[in-house]
């Protein structure tokens, strides 16, 4: 609708300087600028290079963004940019510039958080999103279960990992199998040609005693862990290493312990929407298995495409419009990045 605000969101949490602009629930935009390729000989994102990256990348990446929606920065109604989880000078490139747009432009600002987001974006592609709904957010940072009763005002933490992110672990893994950084596509790819029930990985936290104490968190580093035993035996026994059978079995342990956690909270909580975000949500056998598994109990999966689903400024832009209809108040213009935002702030 015409009428609808037009909404500018910025993005910088890690390696990707995102800007996306959005009206209501539909996406004119979203210009994406990435460093990855300068971390991965480093094999993980180092925090000076992606701070320095998004100083080149943000104001060429806002000009595309404003140029593909066809506007000026003049008829956006209001800014949102990610103030929080992530590297803190990364996020600090991102807030000043969109202080200093929305100071140009005399534009309100809404510094949001960066997980919220992740669930925002759904709305692109699905629409308006149900309330209560539950939302996993997998990426290479985070691994947690919310409750989504009112994304506007806030979400309800129901479990997180407890050391290694579902895609911190898909990277290191890659790494011993010789698989490029970022992990996670390279092991997607391998893992069609394997066969996932080949290595009997151990599924972290689901034991009757780690379910009383952890119901809803995660642990991926006694599986890497795991991993790493077994290729070190093959190659000390001097025996090739079955990549493929490798990269499914460990992806399919992974996918096991994220679908079947989730669904047992939308069962034990009665809500019929499970919302999958972050970039490990682009895995294809998670979005098969937690469809798979979700059909049986009459269970809603909403997925967004892949590319909504890695870090990018549409999903802020979403946020910042669910945040504008909802009648949220703006930040104030000396909004803070905050590298460690808690989940249970959507706004700043």
Known sequence: MADEPLILGIETSCDETGVGIVRGHTLLADALA???????????????????????????????????????????????????????????????????????????????????????????????????????????????????????????????????????????????????????????????????????????????????????????????????????????AGEPVPVADVAASFQEAVCDVLTSKALAACRAQGIETLVIGGGVAANSRLRALAEQRAEKYGIRVRVPRPKLCTDNGAMVAALGSHLVAAGVAPSRLDLPADSALPLTTVSV
């Open 34 to 236: 990435s460093s990855v390729e300068e971390h991965a000989r480093f094999g993980g994102v180092v925090p000076e290079v992606a701070s320095r990256a998004h100083l080149e990348a943000i104001v060429p990446t806002m000009d595309r963004a404003l140029t593909e929606a066809g506007v000026t920065l003049a008829d956006i109604d209001a800014i949102a940019v990610t103030s929080g989880p992530g590297l803190a000078g990364a996020l600090l490139v991102g807030v000043a510039a969109a202080k200093g747009y929305a100071l140009a432009a005399e534009k309100p600002v809404y510094g949001v958080n960066h997980l919220a987001a992740h669930v925002a974006v759904d709305t692109l592609e699905h629409g308006p999103l149900p309330e209560p709904a539950i939302a996993l957010l997998v990426s290479g940072g985070h691994s947690s279960l919310l409750l989504v009763d009112d994304l506007a005002r806030g979400v309800t933490p129901l479990g997180a990992t407890i050391d290694d992110a579902a895609g911190e672990a898909f990277d290191k893994v890659a790494r011993l199998l010789g698989l490029p950084f970022p992990g996670g596509p390279p092991i997607d790819r391998e893992a069609r040609a394997g066969d996932a029930a080949s290595i009997a990985f151990p599924r972290g936290l689901t034991a009757a005693k780690d379910l009383a104490a952890h119901r809803y968190d995660f642990s991926f580093s006694g599986l890497k862990t795991a991993v790493a035993r077994w290729v070190e035996a093959r190659q000390r």
